[in-house]
């Protein structure tokens, strides 16, 4: 509960400054290193991956609040898209880094928001830039708070973030 209670404090800090960026690559990587220190070499891997997932959740948690107080954000990803209640599919489309985990948490993040995930279809693999370009179909239906949640999260943990269509 610390951690999520430093999380709230982290959201409020961030939306009295007008920013929507939480997560940052360089800092959970700089975490994870200073955290690593001193860990035994046989268990580190899991310990790492520990940390990794209170990361994430924490993101979760903070991505959550801010979508709460600024619900209009949302709409600016959806401002083409058809939104109506009893959708069962989103498709959407993005790009990560070209690294170990870049695409498990995505996965882990559509499940952590109760949503499955029906079809991952690699389009691009930038090597001069090490990336690669997804769609994701995403089962469950756009007009739910919870989905709408993971496309601001989605949004903001990726690159070039679109919502394709709404089904």
């Known amino acids: 509960m610390e951690r999520l209670d430093c999380s709230k404090l982290v959201a409020e800090a961030k939306q009295e400054a007008g920013e929507t960026n939480i997560y940052r690559a360089d800092r959970e990587q700089a ?15 899991e310990y790492l991956a520990v940390v990794r997932k209170i990361m994430e959740t924490s993101r979760m948690y903070q991505y959550g ?17 058809d939104i109506h209640s009893g959708g069962t599919r989103v498709v959407v489309r993005l790009t990560r880094p070209d690294q170990p985990n870049a695409m498990s948490s995505i996965l882990n993040m559509v499940g952590d928001y109760g949503y499955n995930m029906q ?3 690699l389009l691009h693999f930038n090597k001069p830039e090490k990336t690669v370009t997804f769609d994701l179909t995403i089962l469950g239906d756009l007009s739910e708070t919870n989905m709408q949640k993971l496309m601001f999260q989605l949004s903001k943990e990726s690159q070039d973030f679109r919502i394709l269509k709404n089904e």
């Open 65 to 81: 609040m801010l979508f709460d107080w600024n619900p209009q954000l949302f709409a600016q990803l959806a401002k083409d898209i």
């Open 119 to 121: 079809y991952m279809e």
């Open 31 to 45: 975490i994870l290193e200073k955290l690593s220190q001193g860990v035994p070499e046989d268990r580190l891997p």
